[in-house]
């Protein structure tokens, strides 16, 4: 029997307080500039900046394969479109305009929802709106907004886990708790958030108990020690390596910074972002979970056998 304690989401609660500089001394947060080349997401999480939001009169859609922005420029004075500056890259945008001799900024979206085209960015100016046009790479992920915020991770991040649970694994049960139930808010009662027990008396610390965890995305959370991001970096990637923890096998390894059960909101975000760019850069391993549970989770991942195969037989798997 797996031991684990499965959260259903509450009705949500209110916003948690804005993130602080001094939770971590490893980094704010590490996201890669490209998708990860192995099949795992490492995540480094110290304390990460307050979520940079659009100006009040601004509206935004996702048509698709683009994503639009319009703000209300009417009433800053702008007189043509050599007042306004705009700065983007595949993973920001900054929009600034000159108003009354004055360099303001419109809006700073230090990181998008995803990546974009930056090289095929259009923006003109419609009577008293700008207009910023961003080209998407991952076309069929759906934006909820323009920035990789709290709230469009939560709302977002449904249509990449398609029905698969999250199971959160690592060595404190309390922080597994704290972090599952904060996801389970957030996504609300869509899809189930598992937290596991911590320690030798928790299934995920066992080798043989997996059988079951592979059928979600396992995030592993881990309380570093390092002074640095690269060296908390190294040392994840020491601990997927080498095998030395059941926790190795988990999809998604975070590391943090140290604990404080108040900022368990940035703790969660990071885990989200993590499962994020998982799911994008090996778009098939949803379905492949979903095909091992219809299975009957019958401990052949990540190499799955045909219908019909025992793992109690002597037959040797087909796999090999």
């Given at each position: 029997m797996l031991a684990s304690t499965c959260f259903s989401a509450p009705p949500p609660s209110s916003s948690s307080p804005s993130i602080p500089t001094h939770l971590a001394t490893l980094c704010c947060c590490f996201r890669p500039p490209a998708r990860p080349p192995w099949p795992r997401s490492l995540l480094l999480l110290g304390a990460f900046p307050p979520p940079t939001r659009p100006l009040p009169r601004a509206s935004f859609t996702d048509g698709g394969g683009e994503v639009e922005l319009r703000?209300?420029?009417?009433?800053l004075g702008i007189e043509n479109s050599r007042d306004v500056f705009v700065d983007v890259d595949d993973t920001s945008l900054l929009l600034r305009a000159k108003s009354d001799g004055t360099l303001r900024t419109l809006i700073n979206v230090k990181q998008l929802f995803d990546r974009i085209k930056s090289s095929e960015t259009i923006w003109f100016?419609?009577?008293?709106?700008?207009?910023?046009?961003?080209?998407?790479?991952?076309?069929?992920?759906k934006w909820p907004d323009i920035d990789e915020s709290w709230e469009s991770l939560t709302s977002g991040i449904t249509q990449l886990l398609t029905?698969?649970?999250?199971?959160?694994?690592?060595?404190?049960?309390?922080?597994?708790e704290a972090v599952a139930k904060e996801i389970a808010e957030g996504i609300g009662h869509v899809r189930t958030v598992v937290a596991t027990l911590g320690g030798k008396q928790g299934a995920a610390s066992r080798f043989d108990k997996w059988q079951y965890l592979h059928a979600g995305f396992t995030v592993w959370?881990?309380?570093?020690?390092?002074?640095?991001?690269?060296?908390?970096?190294?040392?994840a990637?020491?601990?997927?390596?080498?095998g030395n923890v059941a926790y190795a096998k988990a999809d998604v390894v975070v590391k943090l910074g140290g604990w404080d059960p108040e900022y368990t909101r940035a703790v969660a975000q990071g885990c989200l972002v993590a499962l994020k760019q998982l799911t994008l850069a090996d778009k098939k391993l949803a379905g492949k979970k979903s095909l091992y549970m219809r299975l009957g989770c019958r401990g052949d991942w990540p190499n799955i056998e045909p219908p019909g195969w025992d793992p109690d037989s002597d037959a040797p798997p087909t796999n090999i």
């Open positions: 703000l209300d420029i009417g009433k100016i419609d009577e008293d709106q700008l207009v910023v046009n961003l080209k998407k790479v991952e076309q069929e992920l029905g698969i649970s999250v199971h959160i694994v690592g060595d404190s049960t309390d922080i597994n959370l881990s309380v570093s020690d390092a002074s640095d991001e690269a060296s908390a970096k190294e040392e990637r020491r601990s997927v390596s080498s």
